[in-house]
């Protein structure tokens, strides 16, 4: 279960693309007051790091507070550079335009963010991209192998496992998480347990609970 | 969310110096901080990203305990052999804390410090005197039926502890294991959190510049038999409105050692020392148990909506000391 997370900041800034600036002057400002308390204190920067930064401020004004980070989502290495409170969740649906994984309570509730960050299903909505530099990471894109369908996926279609579907993808990835899991026993009582960080607005229980028995069979 | 400033810390001692001040947060697993910084409620400068310490591991010390460090997920530790063979109160608690989600990011370290989940706290408006110092409380006389305290409260604050983790371990009997400026110091579990008291928005025992290292469980008490009884409004996924955490050693048909903490009901872990003392030396009975739950609960005080929780609470006292001597 845990990984060594030891690893040093990439710095390599090749192929590096300037996001749009969204802020205001005045949070540009307060931003590079507050950088320049973070890289003293952090001592992870390069020394080379503040002169590119200064180049790319002319045309990005965020960039100065960005920190590079490379996320390896369904087995492509992403390389990007973000505002330290980008959230997981954000940057696979905005900037990786990943979006099946679906913004639901946006805090930590509903399980509709749901990833599979290092092979543990996680909220992605309560976490900072920043903290997952390295990571593998895998969303509802990912289960499918060349164009076919993951056992959960195939048993959640034929077992109608949703209604209106925002839940669905955050569903199949506890599930899937789940069905894998040496420590969850293969029980209907063990997956509705493991299940209950999962909200369906339409009700669909006891079909997720049929696609899960379906799964688990094929598997 | 509001903008922050980010240090990925590489040692324990570079985390320690870079929080420093009150206004910086460390982030572990984030299911508390990212919560309450989306809300405004917590305002850091700087997010002190620890995850990069060598802090996953559990290990059993030569004297019996269990060190257990400070980024092991919930997940993990409910499932490591030795908690589940040693420490089975831990394992039930954890896994009935939160979701499978949640429980694979939220840490030992993190769930140490996981704050109240008051509505008046996390609103960012009312009258909350553990948000904002001397402004008051909005729970008291208001909302207060599932996620406040009838033990342990205060004019200022009436919040309950959320952790079901903490309950266990107060139960076991615990070191929490911190590093400061100073250097390491060892805080008694039972000591780390504090009453609200006059100081609601003060809730640990350890300054803001010392970070939780490790947990250190006690040496598990020699044939004991443990459990973790949760009650709450759902079956599942939901914080407890009473809660009990019992380890008894029962040899010769007399109770030899018992340990108690109740979760839910009080403004922290509340380890029941006077009612573990009233069950020593008895046989398992009704009567023993039933005079232990009022132990536990005497000096409760009910607020206008959870008084129920004080016969709840007692009932959980008893239920688990029945399941554990049957």
């Not at chain 1, 400002?29 to 401020?57: F, H, P, R, T």
């Not at chain 2, 016969?311 to 959980?316: Q, T």
């Amino acid at each position: 279960m845990a990984h060594d997370k030891s690893r040093p900041l990439s710095k390599h800034r090749e192929g590096f693309k300037s996001y749009t600036a969204s802020r205001s002057r005045r949070n540009f400002i307060k931003g590079v007051g507050l950088s320049g308390v973070a890289v003293a204190a952090s001592g992870c920067a390069s020394q080379g790091m503040a002169l590119d930064q200064e180049d790319e401020a002319m045309t990005d004004p965020e960039a100065v507070n960005k920190v590079e980070i490379t996320l390896n989502v369904n087995g492509q290495p992403r390389k990007m550079k973000v505002l330290p409170n980008a959230v997981l969740l954000d940057v696979l649906r905005d900037d990786l335009v990943l979006t099946g994984t679906k913004k639901g309570c946006d805090h930590g509730q509903c399980g509709a963010c749901n990833v599979h960050v290092n092979g543990d299903v996680i909220n992605s909505c309560l976490s900072l991209a920043v903290m997952h530099d390295g990571d593998d990471i895998t969303t509802v894109e990912g289960l499918s192998t060349e164009g076919e369908m993951s056992a959960v996926q195939k048993a959640f279609h034929e077992c109608d496992a949703y209604q209106c579907g925002y839940c669905t993808a955050g569903q199949m990835m506890t599930a899937t998480y789940v069905l894998n899991s040496d420590d969850i026993p293969a029980s209907p009582e063990a997956w509705k347990e493991a299940m209950s960080g999962n909200i369906c607005r339409c009700g669909a229980y006891k079909n997720i609970l049929s696609a899960m028995q379906q799964a688990s069979e094929t598997a | 969310m509001r903008q922050f400033s980010y240090v990925r810390a590489e040692s324990a001692a570079q985390a320690v110096s870079a929080k420093g001040i009150e206004a910086n947060e460390f982030l572990a697993g984030g299911s508390t901080l990212i919560d309450l910084v989306k809300l405004d409620v917590m305002q850091p400068e700087t997010v002190v990203d620890i995850n990069s310490l060598p802090l996953y591991d559990i290990e059993e010390l030569a004297d019996g305990r269990l060190k257990i460090g400070a980024l092991v997920s919930n997940t993990a530790l409910a499932y490591h052999p030795v908690v589940k063979e040693k420490y089975a109160v831990l394992s039930e608690a954890l896994l009935s804390g939160a979701s499978t989600s949640l429980r694979n990011k939220a840490t030992t370290g993190g769930n140490v410090m996981q704050r109240v989940r008051c509505s008046y706290f996390r609103d960012g408006i009312s009258p909350c005197n553990k948000r904002e110092p001397g402004s008051g409380c909005a729970a008291i006389g208001g909302h207060n039926r599932s996620v406040h305290a009838v033990l342990g409260t205060s004019e200022h604050c009436i919040a309950s502890h959320p952790s079901d983790m903490c309950v266990a371990m107060a139960a076991i009997g615990a070191t929490v294991v911190v590093k400061g400026p100073q250097g390491e110091r060892e805080i008694p579990f039972t000591d780390f959190h504090l009453q609200p008291g006059n100081s609601p928005q003060k809730e640990h025992a350890k300054a803001t510049d010392e970070l939780i290292t490790h947990v250190i469980l006690d040496k598990p008490i020699a044939g004991n038999r443990s459990h973790y009884l949760k009650l709450r409004d759902r079956a599942s996924y939901q914080f407890a409105l009473a809660s009990s955490a019992v380890i008894v050693s029962v040899e010769g048909g007399a109770i030899k050692e018992a340990r108690l903490a109740m979760g839910g009901v009080a403004t922290k872990p509340w380890r029941a020392f006077e009612a573990e003392q009233s069950l020593i030396g008895k046989a398992p009975s009704a009567q023993a148990f039933q005079q232990a739950a009022e132990i536990a609960f005497k000096g409760a005080v009910p607020q206008s909506q959870n008084a129920f929780k004080i016969p709840l609470g007692k009932n959980a006292v008893i239920r688990s000391l029945k399941t554990v001597t049957a």
